[in-house]
């Protein structure tokens, strides 16, 4: 029987936020897929260690350390993609970091960090990859070769509905599907699909929330399967928003979350 083509076979992607949980396990996903991955993570060791580990595998990686948040890092971000393999496919927005607490008791540094990582650094790079793309599609819209090209920004459960301790959290995560619509809006005569996924996994941003067994059981109890998910079941999603077989979806939150989200 011959080979199964890999689904993202000679592709460049850029995945932020990259050197550990889920976007360590896109970034790993992406390489045993075919990809050549970008990964950017301002903690240099681990963005290392997860580049070795992709190569280690037969893989094409690259690191990027710029802390997500502002046009000169997204830019940064972008040209990593251009310098090394000399394009640019796929573009998953997965940088960032929380700082709950009530509203009452949320300071302003608090409050502006996450947005910034979160809403700003997702629009910076998105404008970063879209400025490069849009000349790309137009000439080949010209000599009718177009190709596709994604986008695969990272919401949550808190942008849907909201969390309690998480209003800039929440803003931000809303936003970024304010985001993910308006672009598909904008760019979908260009071939690029801009999608979002609403994961729920087990990292090091959710683990304190499960150390307490009896005190997990009604965060639990709101998954229909009744746990957080391993990030490896996340990444399977993000291969297929990635991957030609999702050309026709664009301007949609996916929810993988186990049922958080019903």
């Given at each position: 029987m011959p080979a199964m083509s890999k689904r993202l076979e000679g592709k460049a992607c850029v995945v932020t936020g990259a050197a550990r949980g889920i976007g360590l396990a896109i970034a790993?996903?992406?390489?045993a897929e075919g990809a050549q991955v970008v990964v950017n993570d301002m903690d240099q060791q681990a963005a290392e260690s997860a580049v070795e580990a992709i190569q280690a595998s037969g893989g094409r990686a690259v690191a990027n350390y710029e802390p997500i948040g502002t046009v000169e890092?997204?830019?940064?971000?972008?040209?990593?993609a251009l310098d090394s393999f000399g394009r640019l496919d796929v573009l998953v927005n997965n940088a960032g970091l929380l700082r709950d607490k009530m509203t009452h008791s949320m300071s302003e540094e608090d409050f502006d960090l996450v947005i910034k990582v979160h809403l700003k650094g997702t629009w910076a790079c998105g404008r970063a990859a879209l400025q490069h793309w849009r000349p790309l599609a137009k000439q080949e819209a010209e000599t009718g070769t177009p190709q596709?090209?994604?986008i695969i920004n990272v919401t949550s459960a808190s942008g849907l509905m909201g969390a309690v301790g998480q209003s800039n959290y929440a803003a931000a995560k809303m936003g970024i599907i304010g985001?993910?619509?308006t672009w598909a809006k904008e760019t979908g005569r260009l071939n690029i699909n801009v999608n979002a996924i609403a994961p729920a996994a087990l990292t090091a941003m959710t683990e304190p929330l499960v150390v307490d067994p009896e005190a997990a059981k009604p965060r639990l109890a709101r998954f229909a399967l009744g746990r957080y998910g391993d990030p490896e079941e996340i990444a399977p999603s993000f291969v297929f928003l990635a991957s030609e077989d999702s050309d026709y979806i664009t301007g949609q939150v996916l929810c993988v979350d186990g049922g958080l989200v019903i």
């Open positions: 790993k996903a992406f390489s890092a997204a830019e940064s971000v972008v040209k990593s596709h090209r994604k985001l993910t619509k």
